[in-house]
């Protein structure tokens, strides 16, 4: 008897930036519950890319302050195992899509040419784009707010 295939719907496409990579595996705030959740069941995929891997060691090698449940090993640890990389590829954003920050354009960017759900952050200046990110199909949001996966 042939077996029954189930699909299972595809994994919501999420560009974490580098404080909410932060607030996930080094502070681990209960704030992050929902997305370590849809990461480790596989109803999310994070994405990211060779410049913010570099932003996020350059953080941990700065040092962050005060007795925290991670280190910079459990970050390391957690973006291999969670991070999915990919290569960016330099193409135009919309000019609504500009950040102010212009350290932050990165994760706009990615987010926009891996067609991602979401873009989780806790810079007010990539938020400041929510509108026009919905405008495109993408949801700009912190974790707190964020609608979570869809499946």
Same mark, same amino acid.
């Given at each position: ?23 996930? @595996?080094? @502070? ?24 913010? =891997? ?52 990165? @994760? ?22 929510? =509108?026009?990110? =919905? ?9 707190? =707010? ?6």
């Amino acid at each position: 008897m042939p077996r029954a295939v189930v699909s299972r719907p595809a994994a919501a496409v999420l560009v974490l930036d580098t404080n909410v990579v932060l607030d996930l @595996f080094y @502070f681990r705030d209960r704030r992050c519950d929902l997305l370590a959740v849809a990461l480790a069941d596989g109803r999310c995929r994070w994405v990211a890319s060779t410049a913010m =891997r570099d932003e996020i060691e350059h953080v941990m090698a700065r040092g962050l302050r005060g007795e925290w449940p991670g280190n910079a090993s459990t970050v390391a640890a957690a973006w291999e195992r969670w991070a999915t990389m990919v290569a960016t590829v330099d193409r135009p954003t919309p000019s609504a899509m500009r950040c102010t920050d212009t350290d932050d354009q990165k @994760f706009i960017d990615l987010a926009l040419q891996v067609d991602a759900s979401a873009l989780l952050s806790a810079d007010r200046a990539v938020l400041r784009l929510a =509108r026009h990110g =919905r405008a495109l199909g993408l949801e700009i949001s912190t974790v707190e =707010r964020w609608s979570g996966p869809t499946a």
